[in-house]
C-alpha cells in the first residue's frame, strides 16, 4: 500500500521537510484502515496531476506525537505545508473521494 510515496523516516525529519519544500503534503494513514485502501486505489493518480506538491506518508501508528500534535484522530487525513506555514488540511474520519482530495490539494 502506498509504495509510490515517499515515507516519513523521523520526526526529525518531519520537521525539516515541512522547512524545506515550498509545497508538501502529508498523508496521514495505517495499514489497517479500510479507507485508506480506498483511497490507495486513486492517491497515485491524484499525486501526478500536482507535480509541484511533495508528497509524504506518515504511518498513524509510527507516528502518534505529530498525529497528536496536529490534532489528526481519524484517518486517512491531509496537511499541507507552504513556505513551512500551514495552509490547509482534510482531517476527517470519513472515506474521501478523489474529487475531494483534488479540491484540497487545489487550495495549497
Do not use: H
Amino acid at each position: 500500500m502506498f509504495n509510490y510515496i515517499e515515507k516519513l523516516n523521523s520526526i526529525e525529519q518531519f520537521k525539516v521537510l515541512k522547512e524545506e519544500n515550498e509545497k508538501i503534503v502529508f498523508v496521514f494513514s495505517a495499514s489497517w484502515c479500510p479507507d485508506c485502501i480506498m483511497l490507495d486505489r486513486y492517491l497515485e493518480e491524484t499525486m501526478n496531476k500536482f507535480p509541484e506538491i511533495k508528497f509524504i506518508y506518515v504511518n498513524r501508528d509510527d507516528y502518534p506525537e505529530i498525529s497528536q500534535a496536529l490534532d489528526i484522530f481519524g484517518i486517512p487525513s491531509f496537511v499541507g505545508y507552504k513556505n513551512n506555514v500551514e495552509v490547509s488540511r482534510f482531517v476527517s474520519r470519513l472515506a474521501k473521494t478523489q474529487k475531494e482530495v483534488e479540491q484540497f490539494l487545489e487550495k495549497i
